[in-house]
């Protein structure tokens, strides 16, 4: 139904563009108030839902975080990538929010149980740390 509501989309979701995407989501976000999911049963829901595909990161990807909320749980072997205990979202993207401390400041105030990643310019090195208190900017001023 939302495809084809949006007769401009390719036709294979392999080529579709974020654009793409939140064109579907917008013409989907007026349909589901609608559906009957109660008449439903749960294998019928449970069987038409599809993950989120766009990625959260353009440093890291599932098998990175699968690594890393491995280390945080101080596991010996890695978490499957479809076993993550753990969503990771994306708070800060340097390109999109700035590179300053300001910036840093503005979203991670008080925030807990961060990751922060970050990639060498010019490398394949990425390089990051895990804090499970958060950072309390008060305290570093």
């Known amino acids: ?14 080529n579709w563009t ?10 989907l976000q007026n349909c589901l108030p609608h559906i009957r999911y109660f008449q439903m049963s ?3 829901i449970f069987n038409n839902t599809t993950r989120n ?14 690594e890393i909320a491995s280390w945080v749980d101080k596991k010996e072997n ?3 990538l479809t076993n993550i205990p753990y969503e990771f979202k994306l708070l800060l993207r340097g390109t999109r929010d700035g590179f300053t401390a300001d910036s840093f400041w ?3 105030d008080k925030q807990r149980q ?3 990643v970050m990639k ?13 208190i958060g950072w309390d900017k008060s305290v570093y001023h």
């Open 120 to 132: 060498v310019k010019g490398t394949d090195e990425i390089l990051g740390g895990y804090n499970p």
């Open 18 to 27: 974020h654009e793409n995407f939140l064109a579907l989501k917008t013409t």
């Open 114 to 116: 961060l990751i922060v």
């Open 78 to 80: 890695t978490y499957s």
């Open 42 to 44: 749960g294998d019928d």
């Open 53 to 66: 595909t766009e990625p959260f990161s353009t440093v890291i990807n599932e098998a990175h975080a699968a």
């Open 1 to 14: 139904m939302g495809i084809a509501q949006n007769p401009g989309l390719p036709s294979d979701s392999e």
């Open 106 to 108: 503005k979203l991670r």
